[in-house]
């Protein structure tokens, strides 16, 4: 960014090219008592982010059970867990890598995994089986073909 740009604030129509919704426009607004600048709304879009924040996943997630006598760990840091008899557990993580896998798609899966695993072993389990099951959007995009090459 230029320097002479720096600390200028913005519109709501640049929020909107941030991947921000009106919703958040206002909640920026009101938590600011001001427009923001450009590097505020970048920080805000970050963190907003589905890959930060899980804004449009966690209301789906919200909706499936966390507990019960066979969940050993529900919801939370590292992975779940679920008592599946015979003293063993089925340890679950599912990671998103959205903004990493369209930026560099092998690298971005890659960690994905990565990170799959990590939670897994923290539980103290060994993995038996991964599943990495990737979304490219839409088919006739652009980049999709791209991201599938990558991968």
Known sequence: MPAEQAGQTVAADTAAEHGLTPEEWSAILELLGRPPTLEELGVFAVMWSEHCSYKSSRALLRQLPTTGPQVLQGPGENAGAVDIGGGLAAVFKIE??????????????????????????????????????????????PRTPYLVKGV
């Open 96 to 141: 998103s890598h959205n903004h990493p896998s369209f930026i560099e798609p092998f690298q971005g899966a890659a960690t994905g995994v990565g990170g799959i695993l990590r939670d897994v072993f923290t539980m103290g389990a060994r993995p038996v089986a991964i599943l990495d099951s990737l979304r490219f959007g839409a088919p006739d995009h």
